[in-house]
């Protein structure tokens, strides 16, 4: 009975004891808790904030570019007299640097744009040939050959270009700046110089396509092809078909150079090109 009652106070006394501690923990952890609530909503508050500052200076600054775009009063329209300046700047610059380019040992051979094919009709006999003895080496330089007339032409377009850009009247200049297309100019110049191109480049690629030995290959290789029976012989005018892959590719080079001018503001390398193609 005694041990009993000696237990019952023990047991009492121990929860006396630790009734405090438990009160003191709960409390301190009630108090950690708040503490975190208030950290976390202070922390939302000033986010809060900062993205209202934010928005309110990005508002601010777009009233004021605003304000100063509606200050700067709008260009004046474009002269025709600019109009033309600034077309014969572009195709002057373009004609200087497309003909240099093509002129240059390689211009024509190993650019993609403007590099001459064998002959077209004149793929066969390079198949046929190509299983002869002996044929290959001559057939892989011919088509160099072909190239390298192109480029010793080349410099004779340039004269021919720079003098038809006289002939650009101020009423075409005006409507080739304000046109969509990024080679108008070129194609205006094309109409109006490739007939001549053609007929001063001929007597040029003739000569360069004998000099260069592309000639005496060609002739090798058609008679070579045409002996063989039941074949249609190959006819192709050499000259003819070089002299207009080579007038084809001195305009893709311009018309590249022109493109540039138009789209690219680091192009616009004067005054004049800056104002006359800087307005779009």
């Known amino acids: 009975m005694f041990t009993r009652i000696a237990s019952a106070l023990l047991v009492a006394g121990l929860l006396a004891s630790t009734a405090p501690a438990a009160h003191a923990q709960t409390t301190a952890a009630k108090k950690a808790a708040a503490q975190k609530a208030a950290a976390q909503k202070a922390a939302t508050q000033k986010a809060a904030a900062n ?11 777009a009233a004021a570019e605003k304000a100063a775009a509606a200050a700067v009063p709008p260009p004046a ?11 014969k700047e572009a195709l002057n610059k373009g004609i200087i640097k497309a003909v240099q380019f093509a002129s240059e040992p390689d211009g024509f051979n190993t650019n993609d744009d403007i590099h ?33 007339a192109a480029e010793a032409a080349a410099p004779k377009a340039k004269d021919i270009f720079l003098n038809a850009l006289a002939n650009i009247s101020i009423t075409d200049a005006l409507s080739l700046v304000t046109s969509s297309s990024t080679d108008a100019a070129t194609q205006f110049l094309r109409r109006a110089t490739e007939a001549q ?7 040029d690629i003739s000569a360069a396509i004998d000099q260069v030995g592309a000639g005496a290959a060609y002739a090798k290789m058609t008679n070579q092809y045409n002996r063989i029976p039941l074949m249609t012989p190959v006819q192709t005018d050499l000259t003819a078909y070089t002299t207009q892959k080579a007038v084809d ?30 307005r779009k």
Not at 51 to 61: G, L, P, Q, S, V
Not at 197 to 203: D, S, V, Y
């Open 249 to 278: 590719g001195l305009f893709i080079l311009l018309a590249n150079e022109e493109g540039k001018i138009r789209k690219n503001p680091a192009a616009r390398t004067t005054d004049i090109l800056k104002q006359v193609f800087g």
């Open 51 to 61: 993205k209202a500052a934010a928005a309110k200076t990005a508002a601010a600054k």
């Open 116 to 148: 001459i094919p064998f002959p077209e009709d004149a793929i066969l006999m390079k198949t046929t040939l190509s299983k002869f003895p002996g044929m290959n080496t001559l057939i892989a330089t011919f088509e160099t050959q072909l190239n390298r």
């Open 197 to 203: 191109l053609i007929a001063t480049f001929r007597p």
């Open 77 to 87: 329209p474009l002269t025709e007299a600019q109009a033309s300046a600034g077309v």
